[in-house]
């Protein structure tokens, strides 16, 4: 199945795609990867739904990769004793670990980390922003606040504190279940919410020891501020603008999405566009004008992937949804302008043989006017380093290993094949022109550039260069 975009699409599962003729449809429809959001559902929902994936994978013939999204430490008040309550702009009110329901003057903050974080000045957004309270005077039990936004608050809301450092861990207690849960399944992705600090991937990805990817969120000022930490650390990137778009200035969202798209493609590493793509179809079956610009952009800047949340998980139309961001990316990477803007800039390359390599097969098959440069990688750092070089032709990225073309399937113009590691030289060529054949990307007389690694099999030692032709097959 090869599609006609570089640009991958993320689907999430939920109540509206949860069956296996739903699965294969947004599969058909052009999802790549599939993400099992841990905010909702039980593991035996997500264990079905992994195993339709695998069933499906197996169906298809292609790597399909799975994502399973963290839903990370929830900041939330308490109750109310009479239902909703009203703060006005300019009263008083306490945030404290009183667990007595709440009235018009204070409720409980069950979160001790974030009450040590507070000081005078720190402001609190509640309920998704809608009310802003302004701390006065805080405690290690406490916070006495101003509210500069009032409004009706009731149970449980959420709460957001975009100028503090809040010192507690990314992973909840239920998040710990959640991440094991997900590695025994074999999900190759893990991503991570609320990341404030590199430390926090560190953390992860001490617990994942290898056996999946590691995606850090960027959804906090924190995040921000350290993004070049973070992405060092971190396998991947996910700009996620919905609680960004509440700690931060709204209009300041989409100056910092192309900063961490532009960043994750300097380091070489995938960079995910989340939250509200096309937020209208989960109730009409066509987006609004400003929803598909929305994605063009994204497309524009170069992001890997695009990823529907609610549209494909609860919506009325999540075919059509992942129908339109396919052909909004196809559309898109057809503008000539999309390539001169795409060629204006590239990743900063080591001084490595790898690198080397990979930004001269490239070069070399726009010069030529190669049909495919196929790479043969097991680690999967070569077809990272070709992807990251945004080259007009196809890379085919060729690996022994199932998990890693997996891991791999969110990776901009990477068409994954699972088949067995080159025994020599020769069966490297061969190998190589009939996957391209097999696959559609080559015919008899094309000429293919090939990227491999001498001795066969050993991660990271990409040092070969070379042109084939194309025979009859």
């Given at each position: 199945m090869r599609r006609l975009r570089n640009t991958k699409i993320i689907a999430t599962l939920g109540p509206a795609s949860s069956s296996a003729a739903t699965i294969e449809a947004l599969h058909l429809a052009g999802a790549d990867v599939f993400r099992l959001n841990f905010s909702h559902g039980t593991h035996k929902d997500h264990e079905e739904r992994y195993n339709?994936?695998?069933?499906?994978?197996?169906?298809?013939g292609r790597p399909i990769g799975i994502l399973a999204d963290l839903q990370g430490p929830k900041i939330r008040i308490g109750?109310?004793?009479?239902?909703?309550?009203?703060?006005?702009?300019?009263?008083?009110?306490?945030?404290d670990l009183d667990k007595a329901p709440g009235d018009a003057t204070r409720v409980c903050l069950p979160h001790p980390a974030v009450l040590e974080s507070l000081e005078a000045g720190s402001i609190l957004l509640l309920d998704d922003g809608k009310l802003k309270l302004t701390v006065t005077t805080a405690g290690a039990d406490f916070a006495d606040c101003l509210v500069t936004v009032g409004g009706k608050i009731s149970d449980r809301k959420g709460v957001n504190i975009p100028?503090?450092?809040?010192?507690?861990?990314p992973l909840t207690d239920k998040d710990r279940r959640d991440l094991d849960f997900a590695l025994s399944l074999g999900v190759d992705w893990i991503a991570l919410s609320f990341v404030q600090r590199p430390e926090d991937i560190a953390e992860v990805k001490k617990i994942v020891a290898g056996r999946a990817s590691v995606m850090a969120k960027i959804e906090k000022p924190a995040a921000v501020e350290t993004l070049d930490g973070i992405i060092d650390l971190a396998d991947a990137i996910m700009v996620a603008r919905g609680d960004l778009g509440v700690e931060m200035p709204i209009q300041?969202?989409?100056?910092?999405?192309?900063?961490?798209?532009?960043?994750?493609?300097?380091?070489?590493?995938?960079v995910v566009v989340a939250t509200q793509m096309l937020e209208s179809m989960i109730s009409a079956p066509v987006p609004?004008?400003?929803?598909?610009t929305d994605v063009a952009n994204a497309i524009?800047?170069?992001t890997d992937a695009v990823m529907l949340s609610a549209e494909s998980a609860a919506g009325e139309y999540p075919l059509e949804a992942v129908a339109m961001m396919s052909?909004?990316?196809?559309?898109?990477?057809?503008?000539?302008?999309?390539?001169?803007?795409?060629?204006?800039?590239?990743?900063?390359?080591?001084?490595?043989?790898?690198?080397?390599?990979?930004?001269?097969?490239?070069?070399?098959?726009?010069?030529?006017?190669?049909a495919a440069v196929v790479t043969y990688t097991t680690s999967g750092s070569t077809a990272l380093r070709a992807a990251r070089e945004r080259g007009e032709t196809s890379v085919l990225a060729l690996r022994p290993a199932l998990k890693t073309a997996r891991t791999l399937a969110l990776v901009w113009g990477l068409h994954c094949v699972h088949t067995k590691d080159a025994e020599n030289f020769a069966d490297m060529v061969n190998k190589a022109c009939k996957i391209s054949f097999a696959e559609g990307f080559a015919r008899p007389g094309d000429r293919v550039v090939i990227m491999a690694g001498v001795p066969f099999g050993t991660?990271?030692?990409?040092?070969?260069?070379?042109?084939a032709w194309v025979g009859e097959q």
């Open positions: 339709t994936i695998r069933e499906l994978e197996a169906k298809v109750i109310f004793a009479k239902g909703p309550v009203e703060l006005k702009n300019g009263s008083a009110f306490r945030l100028n503090a450092l809040v010192r507690m861990s300041e969202v989409p100056s910092i999405q192309k900063k961490i798209i532009a960043r994750a493609r300097e380091a070489g590493k995938p609004t004008r400003a929803e598909v524009y800047d170069g052909d909004i990316a196809v559309v898109t990477e057809k503008d000539p302008m999309y390539r001169s803007i795409i060629d204006a800039k590239h990743g900063h390359l080591e001084a490595t043989t790898a690198d080397a390599i990979s930004a001269a097969a490239i070069q070399v098959s726009r010069t030529i006017g190669a991660p990271g030692s990409t040092n070969i260069l070379r042109i």
